[in-house]
């Protein structure tokens, strides 16, 4: 018995969207998955397909001609995604292939051919942060959620940009044959086990670059390190020397956001990584990040990450990546 994989693929995909999924899946079978791995690589018509940054790969079979039973389907993504979305003859295969399928996933972009094929309607999905809102426009019956590395919803997987196919594979390898396995390949590849899905792609505090405006940057600079301070609207345009509706303009002009929704982000990111790097009690770490109950805390984190802050550190546990500590400071939280 064995996995069947099946990857589709097309000219101008990601070469690491396809290797971070079928070199997980071939060192899974080397440390002894049973029933191992059978990965075969699809493309339209059975062609080689040019992937970035111009190297050839050949193809194992036609997506057209493909039958018989396929475990779990996967689109990578690339640049030519926007061509093979569009194309009827692949997403008329990709469906059929999914109808029978245990798991579908995309990596990166592939997310539009998922969602050009209806298999994302009415589903919560991600895909690289820089492209999410693209993904949100085309198909609004599908929920886009640009923060997650990865998301699970029922049988159908989403990842973000390129090597959060390494965490999303991982997971496949955890639930097909246990956490042993996966840590043993995680070791192999020499990177996470894995980082989970909850993980945001991008911080708050790294995914712009600091404000030019000197008030802004002055005031975000205050949220960082002040998380559990008064830091309504009033306290924080009182302390910048400005109105309120002109610390509004400001952040919104400079960060594209309110100050009270950089405050949450900032207040719910610290969080995190307080849960999952620490053992520190849920009250304590609500108390430090500024939030006023664990309730509430609950409540940002759904609204952040679907999920709650328990089951974000269960995550994190299983992952190994927890490191027990509970006196540590981290980028934004004091240790007041």
């Known amino acids: 018995m064995e996995r069947a994989v099946a990857v589709v693929a097309y000219d101008d995909a990601e070469l690491l969207d396809i290797a971070c999924v079928t070199t997980t899946l071939a060192t899974a079978n080397d440390r002894g998955a049973d029933p191992p791995y059978a990965v075969r690589l699809l493309t339209p018509g059975g062609q080689a397909v040019t992937c970035r940054p111009g190297l050839r790969l050949d193809a194992h079979e036609a997506l057209e001609r493909t039958g018989g039973e396929v475990d779990t389907l996967i689109v990578a993504g690339g640049y030519g995604h926007e061509r093979a979305a569009a194309d009827e003859v692949v997403l008329a295969h990709v469906r059929r292939l999914a109808r029978a399928a245990r798991r579908v996933a995309s990596v990166c972009t592939g997310a539009s051919v998922l969602a050009a094929a209806g298999l994302l309607d009415g589903r919560r999905a991600t895909t690289h942060w820089f492209f999410a809102g693209g993904l949100a426009r085309a198909h609004p019956a599908v929920t886009v959620d640009p923060d997650p590395i990865f998301v699970r919803d029922g049988p159908v997987a989403t990842s973000a940009g390129v090597t959060s196919a390494l965490d999303l594979t991982l997971s496949f390898v955890e639930e097909d044959h246990g956490a042993a396995l996966a840590r043993g390949v995680a070791r192999s590849l020499v990177t996470y086990l894995q980082r989970p899905g909850t993980q945001a792609q991008m911080s708050v505090h790294v995914s712009a670059p600091r404000p030019a405006d000197d008030v802004v940057r002055a005031v ?18 009182d302390r910048a020397g400005v109105s309120e509706r002109h610390l ?12 009270g929704e950089h405050v949450r982000r900032a207040r719910t990111e610290a969080a995190a990584h307080l849960v999952a790097t620490t053992d520190l009690p849920l009250p304590r770490v609500a108390a430090r990040c500024g939030f006023g109950s664990t309730e509430t805390l609950r409540t940002a984190f759904l609204r952040a990450y679907g999920t709650t802050p328990s089951a974000h550190r269960r995550a994190f546990v299983t992952s190994g990546v927890t490191s027990g500590v509970t006196s540590g400071v981290t980028s934004g939280v004091t240790s007041r």
Not at 220 to 236: E, T
Not at 250 to 259: C, K, M
Request: aromatic share 4%; hydrophobic share 45%; glycine share 10%.
């Open 248 to 259: 509004t303009r400001l952040f919104r002009a400079h960060l594209g956001r309110s100050p």
């Open 220 to 237: 975000v600079d205050h949220v960082a390190g002040h998380l559990d301070d008064d830091l309504g609207a009033a306290a924080l345009a």
